[in-house]
């Protein structure tokens, strides 16, 4: 078993299956091009739930019903990167989460949100990321100082970006079109 601080290869081939990350490790794929995760229509692809846990290079597709192929619950400092996101709910969501680093995932498409900060996610950075044909690209509830940059941001029948109940978030250098409202 895998013990904190440990990295977990996962080699290229479809995996149809639903991974809770419980432990502080780095849950990293081959190549995202190669390494799918599908979650099979059933629930959360990825559950992270541990602070400081990392997941990279995967292609994760096919969460179930209004769940998340990723999604950070009470963890802090974890790092989703280079990941592709399809077929889901919400592409990413958060909730009562800190000082998370979202980079470089490419989010298309998602019935609802492509990346949800919910409920106290504070001080995390979004940057470099590609969010494409959703309901609203990236949404931030009740959550304060996040820094959101360098994203792309097209196609969203509603919001490009979507802020409600929320302070201090600083939006920079994104690119935000064609969509049924920018900000």
């Avoid at 440990?6 to 432990?23: A, F, I, L, M, R």
């Avoid at 969460?63 to 280079?82: L, Q």
Wanted: hydrophobic share 35%; net charge negative.
């Amino acid at each position: 078993a895998a013990r904190p601080g440990d990295t977990v290869y996962v080699w290229p081939g479809t995996y149809y299956e639903n991974v809770v990350v419980s432990k502080a490790i780095c849950l990293r794929g081959h190549n995202r091009a190669t390494t799918i995760v599908d979650g099979n229509g059933f629930g959360s692809i990825i559950s992270i739930t541990a602070s400081y846990a990392e997941v990279s290079n995967l292609s994760l597709t096919n969460s179930g019903g209004a769940m998340a192929d990723v999604d950070v619950a009470n963890a802090d400092f974890v790092r989703i990167a280079n990941n592709d996101i399809s077929e889901s709910y919400f592409g990413i969501s958060t909730t009562y989460s800190n000082y998370l680093h979202i980079e470089g995932c490419f989010i298309a498409p998602t019935t609802d949100i492509g990346i949800f900060l919910q409920v106290y996610c504070n001080s995390s950075e979004i940057h470099d990321n590609e969010i494409y044909t959703t309901h609203t690209g990236l949404s931030f509830y009740m959550s304060n100082d996040n820094l959101a940059h360098n994203n792309t941001i097209s196609g969203a029948t509603f919001y490009g970006v979507n802020i409600e109940s929320s302070s201090g978030n600083v939006h920079r250098d994104n690119l935000i079109s064609n969509n049924g409202y920018g900000v």
